[in-house]
């Protein structure tokens, strides 16, 4: 009850809802009694998972926390319907490119009767074949979930491919998760091409447009929604200098320095550097050539930094995570790299919680 009371005078406290706090209050308590749980209204949920976005320390994009839209599937807790309306929600969220912040809901955990848990950790993601010789065909830090998901059933294309969207793995709480495959015209991709370089083309590198997080718990007021997939839009250097880029992902740079004809033989050509650009700049091409939304780490420093002003303004505390902030690349070119921030609070609610471990 007291982070029911803790979350409702908050919610009373920055909004103004037709009934009154106490009643409110009352009507919980009771509910808590008679059940063991209580049921958050329409208005409450909204309010929750706003706030759990502007709670979130580690992302950048926080300044349109308002705006979060949010898909209140709470009566869905089979797999085959989770899996359904997350497809549903990726075409909601995804309009041809016109992306828009989108959470869906789904049962919470109630007594005696367990939640769904998606167990991707997000909608999309690359499969990562590991192959006779030792390496990973695709994106090496699904490598892992691949071989469950293979081990679970999944049938992976023939031959694998570098690009392979995973099936969705859904379970009520600690249940054998069942598959779903995601249908492809539900998965907005950008192909990537470089806007100086025809060669870039020939590498055939591509990515999914929609980064919908899938496996962090929704916390509000003492209820838990274990799956609430969520999504933003990407910023450009997650795909160009993390995905694409990192050794344990796609290991791209040797590559593109290669074809760019850097001496790659010491690190102090800086070939790596000049690579990573060039990489950051075919993503950021090829996502805005086709219209899909996208961030670029300078317009988004400037974006979180007035969110940070309004937050004070607000009279809030607005925690955050200086190694999450800063970006990838670049980082000293952007404001958010020369100041500091409140400290990250891992109490605080209502917030996306990390995942809870694969049983
Ligand atoms: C609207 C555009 C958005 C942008 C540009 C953005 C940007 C980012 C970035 C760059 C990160 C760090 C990711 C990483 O390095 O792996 C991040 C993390 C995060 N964002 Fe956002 N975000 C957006 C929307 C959202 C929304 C809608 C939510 C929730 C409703 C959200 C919640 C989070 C959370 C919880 C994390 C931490 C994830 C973790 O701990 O792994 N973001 N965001």
């Known amino acids: ?24 209050l009352d009507e919980v308590c009771r509910e808590i009694d008679e059940t063991g749980t209580y049921v958050h209204t329409p208005d ?5 998972a706003r706030v759990a976005w502007r709670n979130a320390a580690r992302c950048i994009g926080r300044l349109y926390w308002h705006s979060l839209r949010v898909r209140d599937r709470r009566g869905i807790a089979e797999p085959a319907d989770v899996a359904a309306e997350c497809v549903a929600h990726l075409r909601d969220a995804g309009r041809d490119g016109r992306i828009r912040s989108t959470i869906t809901v789904f049962a ?14 997000q909608l999309v993601r690359y499969a990562g074949h590991r192959t006779a010789s030792g390496q990973v065909r695709g994106d090496g830090r699904y490598a892992d979930f691949t071989d469950r998901a293979v081990e679970l059933g999944w049938e992976r294309p023939e031959p694998p491919g570098r690009f392979d969207v995973l099936p969705l793995l859904i379970s009520r709480g600690d249940a054998q998760p069942e598959l779903f495959e995601i249908p492809a015209d539900a998965v907005l991709e950008v192909a990537l ?37 969520f999504n933003g839009w990407y910023l450009g250097t997650e795909i160009g200098a993390r995905n694409l880029a990192d050794a344990d992902r796609y290991d791209l740079l040797p590559v593109i320095g290669d ?38 780490h300078h317009t988004e420093s400037e974006r979180f930094l007035t969110h940070v002003a309004r937050e004070e303004i607000a009279g809030r505390r607005c925690p955050a995570d200086w190694s999450w902030i800063v970006p990838p690349v670049s980082g000293g070119l952007t404001k958010v790299y020369h100041r500091y921030y409140d400290e990250p609070d891992p109490e605080m609610r209502p917030a996306y919680l990390p995942p809870t471990p694969t049983p």
């Not at 409450?44 to 929750?48: D, R, V």
């Not at 083309?201 to 929604?225: C, F, K, Q």
């Open 1 to 24: 009850m007291d982070a029911a009371t803790a979350f409702l005078e908050q919610f009373h406290g920055e909004t103004t809802p037709a009934q009154t706090l106490a009643g409110r």
């Open 44 to 48: 409450e949920l909204t309010f929750g």
């Open 108 to 121: 919470p955990d109630r007594p005696g009767e367990a939640a769904p848990r998606i167990h991707n950790e």
């Open 193 to 229: 091409h470089h806007p100086e370089f025809a060669w870039f083309t020939d590498l055939r590198l591509r990515w999914h447009a929609v980064p919908a997080i899938s496996n962090m718990p929704l916390e509000i007021g003492g209820i838990t929604y274990p799956a609430a997939p």
């Open 259 to 296: 074809r760019l004809g850097l001496d790659t033989t010491s690190e102090r050509t800086l070939w790596r550097d000049r690579a990573m650009l060039e990489m950051l700049r075919a993503v950021q091409h090829s996502f805005d050539s086709v219209g899909v939304t996208m961030a670029d």
